[in-house]
Nanobody, 124 residues
Framework: QVQLVESGGGLVQAGGSLRLSCAASGRTFSSVQMGWFRQAPGKEREFVAAISWSGGPIYYSGSVKGRFTISRDNAKNTVYLQMNSLKPEDTAVYYC?????????????????WGQGTQVTVSS
């Protein structure tokens, strides 16, 4: 079992920045890929970004590419999401997730462990 804890959310004005962190503990050696997803009120959960632990491909959704950067610190078992040029439409609860597979990075069905989420609110 892997435990994931997100932090770093908050309220920011449009154009501002936030950095989210996701600390993993437990059986982290079985983790291959980490992803960030978000869910806005009344909307379905959507993919944001994904990264492998071993230095493989990085993926972004089209809506965040060029503004968000996903990274990892293997020594700390932590994945980050640097969010710049934030827009009101980025407002959502952001979740990190773990997958034991290196496929289908943008599908939430790939991931078997999820954090509790952290709220990001961008004011206009």
């Amino acid at each position: 079992q892997v435990q994931l804890v997100e932090s770093g959310g908050g309220l920011v004005q449009a154009g501002g920045s936030l950095r989210l962190s996701c600390a993993a503990s437990g059986r982290t050696f079985s983790s291959v890929q980490m992803g960030w997803f978000r869910q806005a009120p009344g909307k379905e959960r959507e993919f944001v970004a994904a990264i492998s632990w071993s230095g493989g491909p990085i993926y972004y959704s089209g809506s965040v590419k060029g503004r968000f950067t996903i990274s990892r610190d293997n020594a700390k078992n932590t994945v980050y999401l640097q969010m710049n040029s934030l827009k009101p439409e980025d407002t959502a609860v952001y979740y990190c997730a773990r997958s034991r597979y290196a496929t289908a990075a943008s599908s939430d069905r790939t991931y078997d462990s999820w954090g509790q989420g952290t709220q990001v609110t961008v004011s206009s």
